[in-house]
Antibody, heavy 118, light 107 residues
Framework: QVQLQESGPGLVKPSETLSLTCTVS????????WSWIRQSPGKALEWIGY???????NYNPSLKSRVIISVDTSKSHLSLKLNSVTAADTAVYYC????????????WGRGTLVTVSS | DIQLTQSPSFLSASVGDRVTITCRAS??????LAWYQQKPGKAPKVLIY???TLQSGVPSRFSGSGSETEFTLTISSLQPEDFATYHC?????????FGGGTKVEIK
């Protein structure tokens, strides 16, 4: 079955750019939406944005000025870049698949913890 | 943005108990709501979508109901593997939002 795996640096310095990759295996990226979601310690899940396999994107307005999500269908992965990070961006970051812009998310990756600290 | 308020935020229950979790939306969202279960260190897993449709493979002791602004997730007879955190998510409009979560612990 489809599996998602997030990867990237676990520690990022304040003001720098957080960069993560989500690798999709066991299935195709084509025809699906792929979202990034994060969970800061003690806080609710927060949807960051999605990329459709065609490259179309939709971002949370609260992060839109700092985020870029892209997809590389040839490599079966999607990427997240979040610039000008602060301690408030410390979170577990997940990627997840959904079949439409308004459908539930699943499967999800296991998540990767990113800490913003000098 | 649509705010989702879950209650309670914490629940202590025993195996065999009937458990009900509520999710209230700040505006009507029809039946565009999903429920997820998350165990420590793991990713969320969808239990219910479209407010009341059970995801394939999810035990029938889980059920969802509600529409517009008030929704409930019910576990008819709590099992040891059900101790986890439960999240609701609205899928009616962007940005998509989640509730604050309900942690279900063993009494």
């Amino acid at each position: 079955q489809v599996q998602l795996q997030e990867s990237g640096p676990g520690l990022v310095k304040p003001s720098e750019t957080l960069s993560l990759t989500c690798t999709v295996s066991g299935g195709s990226i084509t025809n699906y939406y792929w979202s990034w979601i994060r969970q800061s310690p003690g806080k609710a899940l927060e949807w960051i944005g999605y990329v459709f396999y065609s490259g179309a994107t939709n971002y949370n307005p609260s992060l839109k000025s700092r985020v870029i999500i892209s997809v590389d269908t040839s490599k079966s992965h999607l990427s997240l870049k979040l610039n000008s990070v602060t301690a408030a961006d410390t979170a577990v970051y997940y990627c997840a698949r959904h079949v439409s812009g308004y459908s539930a998310f699943g499967p999800w990756g296991r998540g990767t913890l990113v800490t913003v600290s000098s | 943005d649509i705010q989702l308020t879950q209650s309670p935020s914490f629940l202590s229950a025993s195996v065999g108990d009937r458990v009900t979790i509520t999710c209230r939306a700040s505006q009507g969202i029809s039946s565009h709501l999903a429920w997820y279960q998350q165990k420590p260190g793991k990713a969320p897993k969808v239990l219910i979508y479209a407010a009341s449709t059970l995801q394939s493979g999810v035990p029938s002791r889980f059920s969802g109901s509600g529409s517009e602004t008030e929704f409930t997730l019910t576990i008819s007879s709590l099992q040891p593997e059900d101790f986890a955190t439960y999240h609701c998510q609205q899928l009616n409009s962007y940005p998509l939002t989640f509730g604050g979560g309900t942690k279900v612990e063993i009494k």
